[in-house]
């Protein structure tokens, strides 16, 4: 099969994304000529060992000076500032200059922790993304988003910062747990559900195809995801406003995923999925939408075997409605005080809003928590 490539158009900072099959184990064909002849460093995740073991071979027969390794966990615990500072210490106790590379390889936790090291580490340094999860290559590691989180919440401390390539291989995949493969499925049914209402649609025939890794069907779905993105973050790259499209359904996912605080109960994208149900439901019951969109939405990821509902949590969390609603004001996404929601008008036809019912919000947790079939 071809690979695809796709371009993040930020001017001087421009960017391929590759996807294809068997990239790894060629990764200096991907790699930008400048960076070949370097010190790497590779931040890997623990579980892709086997696929990192490939790719230092394949950077060593490209030239490059030297690779060392340091693995970490990748759950959402990883996402800490003890992991950040491991990664730190063990950069510079190796003796890295600023003309070292960084490969995140590994999950969007990896690439997170990675991305905000290289964008601090030395006042910064040249980092590629190697996702290896659907969601990762669809979402995380395209943007320039980094981070990790806090006590407080979810990459409340970090960075905008670009890597020099994205090199997602479609064969990384095939390695991982059905769950992991569904979470990432969310963040691309969300694209459709932001502005295109006919991938949405052609999801609603392919979905199944795409969560069983059959090539042509996953490659269009990434590539289709990857420019969806690229297309917002080149026209708002730190987030300003149109970028914020991008959080459908994170307000509600955020309060969740640290309600449970981050133990392996909720996925990220499991956690995106429950929430874009909540913020269809939402649309209807304030007269955004109609109701049958919100339940072509639940149907859909309910279809395709994802959780709609935060009652689908176990074990339970304990939180109240009305507690993860004050949670709320905690996201980033907040501005003074005025919480940002996603919303919509109908299917593709997101958008952005600080004028929002909270009690209206309230009772679609509320009801979230308690059955999830309410749309």
């Given at each position: 099969?071809?690979?695809?490539?796709?371009?993040?158009?930020?001017?001087?900072?421009?960017?391929?994304?590759?996807?294809?099959?068997?990239?790894?184990?060629?990764?200096?064909?991907?790699?930008?000529?400048?960076?070949?002849?370097?010190?790497?460093?590779?931040?890997?995740?623990?579980?892709?060992?086997?696929?990192?073991?490939?790719?230092?071979?394949?950077?060593?027969?490209s030239g490059a000076l030297s690779v060392q390794t340091r693995l970490f966990a990748g759950?959402?615990?990883?996402?800490?500032?003890?992991?950040?500072?491991?990664?730190?210490?063990?950069?510079?106790?190796?003796?890295?200059?600023?003309?070292?590379?960084?490969?995140?390889?590994?999950?969007?936790?990896?690439?997170?922790?990675?991305?905000?090291?290289?964008?601090?580490?030395?006042?910064?340094?040249?980092?590629?993304?190697?996702?290896?999860?659907?969601?990762?290559?669809?979402?995380?590691?395209?943007?320039?988003?980094?981070?990790?989180?806090?006590?407080?919440?979810?990459?409340?401390?970090?960075?905008?910062?670009?890597?020099?390539?994205?090199?997602?291989?479609?064969?990384?995949?095939?390695?991982?747990?059905?769950?992991?493969?569904?979470?990432?499925?969310?963040?691309?049914?969300?694209?459709?559900?932001?502005?295109?209402?006919?991938?949405?649609?052609?999801?609603?025939?392919?979905?199944?195809?795409?969560?069983?890794?059959?090539?042509?069907?996953?490659?269009?779905?990434?590539?289709?995801?990857?420019?969806?993105?690229?297309?917002?973050?080149?026209?708002d790259e730190r987030e300003g406003g149109k970028r914020a499209l991008l959080n459908l359904?994170?307000?509600?996912?955020?309060?969740?995923?640290?309600?449970?605080?981050?133990?392996?109960?909720?996925?990220?994208?499991?956690?995106?999925?429950?929430?874009?149900?909540?913020?269809?439901?939402?649309?209807?019951?304030?007269?955004?939408?109609?109701?049958?969109?919100?339940?072509?939405?639940?149907?859909?990821?309910?279809?395709?075997?994802?959780?709609?509902?935060?009652?689908?949590?176990?074990?339970?969390?304990?939180?109240?409605?009305?507690?993860?609603?004050?949670?709320?004001?905690?996201?980033?996404?907040?501005?003074?005080?005025?919480?940002?929601?996603?919303?919509?008008?109908?299917?593709?036809?997101?958008?952005?809003?600080?004028?929002?019912?909270?009690?209206?919000?309230?009772?679609?947790?509320?009801?979230?928590?308690?059955?999830?079939?309410?749309?």
């Amino acid at each position: 099969m071809n690979h695809k490539t796709v371009q993040i158009d930020l001017g001087v900072r421009c960017y391929d994304i590759h996807i294809g099959r068997n990239l790894i184990g060629n990764i200096g064909r991907y790699v930008p000529n400048d960076l070949i002849e370097r010190h790497v460093y590779i931040i890997g995740d623990k579980a892709v060992s086997d696929h990192i073991t490939k790719i230092e071979a394949a950077l060593e027969d490209s030239g490059a000076l030297s690779v060392q390794t340091r693995l970490f966990a990748g759950g959402e615990k990883t996402k800490s500032f003890e992991a950040y500072q491991q990664a730190c210490e063990w950069l510079l106790e190796q003796g890295l200059k600023r003309d070292a590379v960084i490969y995140a390889v590994g999950g969007g936790v990896i690439g997170d922790l990675a991305g905000f090291v290289a964008a601090s580490v030395m006042r910064g340094v040249d980092f590629i993304q190697v996702p290896t999860t659907l969601l990762s290559q669809v979402d995380s590691s395209v943007g320039g988003k980094t981070g990790i989180n806090t006590a407080q919440g979810k990459n409340l401390v970090g960075a905008f910062y670009q890597p020099r390539a994205v090199i997602a291989d479609i064969d990384t995949l095939e390695t991982l747990p059905q769950r992991e493969i569904l979470a990432g499925y969310a963040e691309i049914a969300k694209y459709g559900l932001i502005n295109d209402p006919e991938f949405f649609a052609w999801l609603e025939n392919h979905g199944q195809d795409v969560c069983a890794l059959k090539t042509e069907e996953l490659t269009r779905a990434i590539e289709i995801s990857v420019k969806a993105k690229a297309a917002i973050v080149q026209e708002d790259e730190r987030e300003g406003g149109k970028r914020a499209l991008l959080n459908l359904g994170h307000t509600f996912g955020h309060v969740l995923e640290n309600a449970a605080q981050y133990d392996g109960r909720l996925l990220h994208g499991e956690a995106v999925a429950i929430g874009i149900v909540m913020a269809h439901e939402a649309s209807a019951r304030l007269g955004l939408c109609d109701d049958k969109d919100a339940q072509r939405v639940l149907s859909h990821y309910q279809t395709i075997g994802l959780p709609i509902s935060a009652a689908s949590i176990t074990p339970a969390i304990t939180h109240s409605a009305q507690q993860l609603a004050t949670m709320m004001q905690k996201d980033k996404k907040a501005d003074r005080n005025a919480i940002k929601f996603i919303l919509t008008r109908g299917l593709g036809q997101s958008f952005i809003t600080s004028d929002v019912d909270m009690n209206v919000i309230t009772d679609v947790i509320k009801d979230s928590l308690e059955s999830g079939e309410h749309a």
